[in-house]
């Protein structure tokens, strides 16, 4: 992935050896200045994170990801003077496919590995102008919806259908739209915004498209301070984060979500009135929330994974700094949680990427019928190679493979055929950093086993 201009900054990463269940790692990333604002993390097909974010002592975005274990940070071609993606996604090949509305224009990238592309979408009279533009990939194409400032203002789609751009207009807007989020499930369209429906009341609503644009439904209809993000569950129904202003400029967090055709919405606690990011792990059939807490400067202002739960939301402290700002996450296929922010301390800001691993298919495993005695690692820590041991109820095709925490395969010790009983593997690391890692076998049953292994040199 050298597709970029010249690399300007390279990171030795390895992850803590840290023996608690749930490993959290938390690195500055770029602090060579005023970085780090409005950073967004996306995961890409191959569990490796890539944030893209400002640069203001340059003037320029950058793209940072991580690649056998080292962050590589690179200066996008475009756009200069903080003009970057309003939003942008990654393709099962790592390219990136971004979307700026540009004041008359709508603006599509495409940054692979053969160069960069830029696109005129459309483009409006110069009264008018474009914003907040969200785009997401349908079976690899893009699919773009942004807010198209006419008399009225509408939300209007792009479509691309491999060879031309097709424009449709969603819906009229409430007067003045503070904000849309936009995802597609099943090629199935949803788009939630929020805007004025009258004199100093706002709302936030939603629209679904099946062969047809839905009826707009009214989620929230008071004021709204701004709608912060959206993702769906696993059967397609929408949980929105945002906060609203009480009228005391006293603002509150709020997530709302779909229970069959009524919508809900728990009220966050008033100190967490800041929700940065909603994520749900269908891994986990959980909601979760990244958030800070809204504390005078001089104290410290933490940043927080909430996780939706039967009795409430349980919070976890990811981070502790004096003013934290942004924030982004995702989840990799494993159910770890991989997140980024800025910290600002005086004229200064740096970027932070943080690592949450899940134990989703570790810790809750249902015994199996072909693994036996599941597995174990001797040595362990170790220093060079550790003995890998593990018994099999019955003979059975099965797969051994390393993971690093981040979810990569590192190596296959073994796939094929063994018989009952027990077995040995030796693991010989060579070439690979200090850290902790997982042995992961897999029986022809789907049945998996994990152990830990930490490896010192």
């Known amino acids: 992935m050298r597709w970029l201009l010249p690399v300007v900054l390279v990171i030795t990463f390895s992850l803590p050896l840290v023996a608690n269940a749930q490993d959290l790692i938390v690195v500055p990333l770029d602090t060579l200045g005023n970085v780090g604002n409005d950073c967004r993390l996306r995961i890409d097909s191959n569990n490796i994170p890539h944030?893209?974010?400002?640069?203001?002592?340059?003037?320029?975005?950058?793209?940072?990801?991580?690649?056998?274990?080292?962050?590589?940070?690179?200066?996008?071609?475009?756009?200069?003077?903080y003009n970057g993606f309003h939003d942008y996604e990654l393709d099962a090949y790592g390219n990136i496919h971004g979307v700026r509305a540009g004041e008359t224009r709508l603006f599509y990238y495409l940054v692979s590995s053969e160069g960069s592309m830029t696109t005129v979408v459309d483009s409006i009279p110069w009264f008018l102008r474009y914003s907040d533009a969200e785009i997401e990939l349908v079976a690899g194409l893009p699919?773009?919806?942004?807010v198209q400032y006419m008399t009225p203002a509408y939300l209007i789609e792009a479509n691309f259908t491999g060879y031309e751009w097709i424009i449709d207009t969603v819906c009229w807007l409430p007067d003045g739209p503070t904000g849309i989020e936009f995802r597609v499930f099943s090629d199935t369209n949803h788009v939630s915004f929020s805007g004025s429906t009258g004199p100093l009341i706002t709302g936030l609503f939603y629209r679904r498209w099946v062969g047809a644009w839905a009826t707009e439904e009214t989620i929230w209809p008071d004021s709204v301070n701004g709608i912060k993000s959206m993702d769906l569950d696993s059967d397609g129904r929408p949980w929105i984060a945002f906060s609203y202003d009480n009228g005391n400029d006293n603002y509150h967090g709020v997530v709302a979500y779909k229970t069959g055709q009524n919508w809900q919405w728990?009220?966050?606690?008033?100190?967490?009135s800041a929700p940065q990011q909603i994520i749900y792990s269908r891994l986990?059939?959980?909601?979760?929330?990244?958030?800070?807490?809204?504390?005078?400067?001089?104290?410290?202002?933490?940043?927080?994974?909430?996780?939706?739960?039967?009795?409430?939301?349980?919070?976890e402290q990811l981070y502790s700094a004096r003013r934290i700002?942004?924030?982004?996450?995702?989840?990799?296929?494993?159910?770890?949680?991989?997140?980024?922010?800025?910290?600002?301390?005086?004229?200064?800001?740096?970027?932070?990427?943080?690592?949450?691993?899940?134990?989703?298919g570790v810790d809750d495993i249902n015994p199996p019928d072909y693994i036996n005695l599941g597995l174990s690692a001797y040595p362990n820590p170790f220093n060079s190679s550790t003995t890998i041991s593990f018994e099999l109820a019955q003979p059975s095709y099965v797969t051994l493979a390393v993971y690093n925490l981040l979810g990569q395969k590192v190596a296959t010790l073994f796939e094929g055929v063994k018989g009952a009983g027990s077995h040995r593997v030796i693991w010989e690391a060579v070439g690979m950093p200090s850290g902790t890692y997982l042995a992961r076998l897999t029986a022809e049953s789907g049945e998996t086993r994990e152990t830990r292994m930490v490896l010192v040199k």
């Open 51 to 81: 944030i893209i974010y400002q640069d203001y002592t340059n003037d320029r975005y950058k793209h940072a990801y991580l690649q056998d274990m080292i962050w590589h940070i690179e200066n996008l071609q475009y756009y200069q003077n």
């Open 143 to 146: 699919r773009i919806v942004c």
């Open 266 to 272: 728990d009220y966050i606690d008033t100190a967490y």
């Open 284 to 315: 986990e059939q959980k909601a979760f929330l990244l958030l800070a807490r809204d504390t005078p400067q001089s104290d410290p202002n933490p940043l927080f994974l909430a996780g939706k739960t039967s009795s409430g939301w349980e919070f």
């Open 325 to 360: 700002s942004g924030g982004s996450g995702a989840l990799d296929s494993f159910g770890n949680l991989h997140f980024c922010f800025s910290v600002s301390q005086y004229s200064d800001r740096d970027l932070y990427y943080g690592f949450r691993r899940s134990t989703v």
